[in-house]
Every structure is written in C-alpha cells, then in structure tokens.
C-alpha cells in the first residue's frame, strides 16, 4: 500500500498516455526482459500460487475485505484514490506525498494548478528545470511501460502491429503467453465484457466491484465508475499490465 512517486508516475504512463508506444527499442527490449517472468507464472505451481493470491489480495483491497492494510481508515483511503484519479502529471502536485510528509508537503506548498470554466488544466509555480525533468520522466516511463502492456497484452507495438522478431524472441524463449491476466482469472480476450486486446483490468475481472462516492481532485462530486468506464475516464479496452488498480477504490 506504500504509495510512491515513481509508482504512481508509471501508473500515469499507463493511464493517461495519449500517445501509441513506438516500436521496441533496445531500452524498452531490456524493460520486456526483466518483465517476462510475469508472463510465465501458469506454467509452475508457485507462480499459479502467485497469481491466485494475487487476484485474492487485489480484491480484498478493492472492497476492504479481509483486513488488508492500509495507510489511512479505509474510507479516508477511498477519497484519496478518488482524488489521485485525476493524475497531476503537469507538475506532480498530487504524487509528492510519495515524498514523504515534510518534503511533499513544502513542494505542494509551492506549486499550484488551476482549471478554466473550458476544462483547461494550468500548472503554476514550477520552475522550466523542475518541469522538463517531470516532461522527461513521464516520457521515459510511458515508452516503457507502454511497450510492456501492448506487449504482454497481446504482442503488439499499438494494439495491432505486431512487435519485432527480436521482442517475440523474447516471449519465446522464456516460454510465457500473453494476456495472462485475462487468461487466468477468466476473462481472456474475447470474451464478454474482456478488454478486446487482454489483459483486462481488476475492475473487469473482479466479480465484484465496491462503488463509492466523494470529491475528485478538483472538489467536484463524483464515484469511482465514472473513472473506469467513463464519462471522466473509461478504462475499458485500455488494457492493463500488471494488475493495475489505477484509479480504483484503493491505489497500492
């Protein structure tokens, strides 16, 4: 339940990226071999094992089930993650409690944002050096991270164009599949209500979903469905890479 920066950033990538994944660099090739594990957990019995507490545990934490822990009272961690929803990746003003209370603290006290009557999100008091190192950040992670999840969700680059010889190689060799997620909790691609391109997220493969009320990060009413199938967000065919909860009841 740690939150951290780097985390949450990545989650960001994963999220709110507008933009296709390229084709697989040597960097994002490095990214897939150290993720390639994952996609291999059916084949033994602990990494079934893992997979199976996994989806428990992910789903405890969803409802508040089971007395999974969290950093606050389950309904003061309810509106936090529906605050976090709405990532700040212009200036990070709502990751820096990753930071810790003092330094996330000051760095919220000297950032700010506003939004127009037009939507329009401006953040304000960030230096140009604080602002390209986040632009940099978040580039970097979304290359990476986009790359893995079209990768293990169904082996493309942008949902449909086939990854390189040399990526497949990589699935191969280690002998995993993709859409691991969909496949081994029951909603492989394909399926009724399955992300198309797998991998679909907990919200779809849970059989149960905890809907909840509150604020979001701008103090509007708002709930979590409106986050995960629209009309603030909609996650679905979005398709997930490890699990992620992003934005659901609880943030991990």
């Known amino acids: 339940m740690q939150r951290c920066v780097v985390a949450v950033i990545v ?25 390639v594990p994952v996609s291999t957990l059916n084949t ?39 605050r976090d929803a709405f990532i700040t990746d212009g200036n990070a003003y709502e990751l820096a409690d990753g930071l810790g209370t003092s330094l996330g603290n000051a760095y919220q006290d000297l950032t700010a944002y506003t939004r127009s009557v037009e939507g329009k999100i401006d953040y304000t008091n960030v230096s140009p050096a604080v602002a390209k190192l986040i632009a940099f950040t978040s580039a970097t992670t979304k290359s990476d991270s986009n790359s893995g999840k079209y990768f293990f969700a169904n082996a493309t680059v942008d949902m449909k164009t ?83 909860w992003c934005p659901n009841a609880i943030r991990r």
């Open 44 to 82: 033994t019995e602990a990494g079934r094992a893992a997979l199976a507490r996994n989806f428990a545990v992910t789903g405890a934490i969803q409802n508040g089930m089971d007395g999974q822990p969290t950093l606050l009272p389950f309904a003061e961690q309810q509106q936090l993650a529906l």
């Open 162 to 244: 086939p990854v390189s010889a040399g990526a497949m190689a990589i699935l191969h060799d280690a002998g995993g599949v993709t859409d691991i997620f969909g496949k081994t909790y029951n909603l492989p691609a394909g399926s009724e209500n399955a992300d198309i391109y797998g991998n679909s997220r907990p919200f779809q493969t849970e059989p149960h979903l905890l809907t909840y009320g509150g604020k979001d990060f701008f103090g509007a009413d708002s709930d979590n469905l409106a986050w995960l199938r629209g009309p603030a967000q909609n996650l679905v065919d979005s398709r997930c890479c490890w699990r992620c």
């Open 11 to 35: 989650c960001a990538g994963l999220v709110l990226g507008t933009g296709r994944a390229v084709a697989q660099n040597s960097t994002n090739l490095d990214v897939l071999r150290g993720l």
